[in-house]
Nanobody, 124 residues
C-alpha cells in the first residue's frame, strides 16, 4: 500500500517535497516512480528510482529541478521539487513495480501498486 503526501499550493519558483510511505518489508526490492496528471491530460512519467541500485531517471522537463530519492529503512519515497513552474501543477502519484526493464521504466502499466495521489498547485 502506498500513501502519497506533501502536495499543496506554491508560487512559481517555489519548492515542495512529496513523500510516499509504503507498507511492507520488501520496499527495497521495488522500483519506485512518480507520475503526474494535469487536468485534461494523460498521466505522464516524472521520475523513477531503482530498488536494486538507486539509479534514477527523469522526464526531460524536470531534470535539474526535481530530485527523486528513497529511504529504504523508512520505506519512503521522496520527490524534491524546486523551481516549480505552473506547468508542473498536477496530481502526483507514486507507484511501485518489480523487475522493470530499462526500456519500460517510464511505462505506467509496469507498475503494480499505486498511491492515491497528492495535488500540487503552482500559482504564477
Amino acid at each position: 500500500q502506498l500513501q502519497a503526501s506533501g502536495g499543496g499550493l506554491v508560487q512559481a519558483g517555489g519548492s515542495l517535497r512529496l513523500s510516499c510511505a509504503a507498507s511492507g518489508r520488501t520496499f527495497s526490492g521495488y522500483d519506485m516512480a512518480w507520475f503526474r496528471q494535469a487536468p485534461g491530460k494523460e498521466r505522464e512519467f516524472v521520475s523513477a528510482i531503482r530498488g536494486s541500485n538507486g539509479i534514477t531517471y527523469y522526464q526531460d522537463s524536470v531534470k535539474g529541478r526535481f530530485t527523486i530519492s528513497r529511504d529504504n529503512a523508512k520505506t519512503t519515497l521522496y520527490l524534491q521539487m524546486n523551481s516549480l513552474k505552473p506547468e508542473d501543477a498536477a496530481v502526483y502519484f507514486c507507484a511501485a513495480g518489480r523487475g522493470i526493464i530499462l526500456s519500460s521504466i517510464r511505462v505506467q502499466r509496469m507498475y503494480n501498486y499505486w498511491g492515491q495521489g497528492t495535488q500540487v498547485t503552482v500559482s504564477s
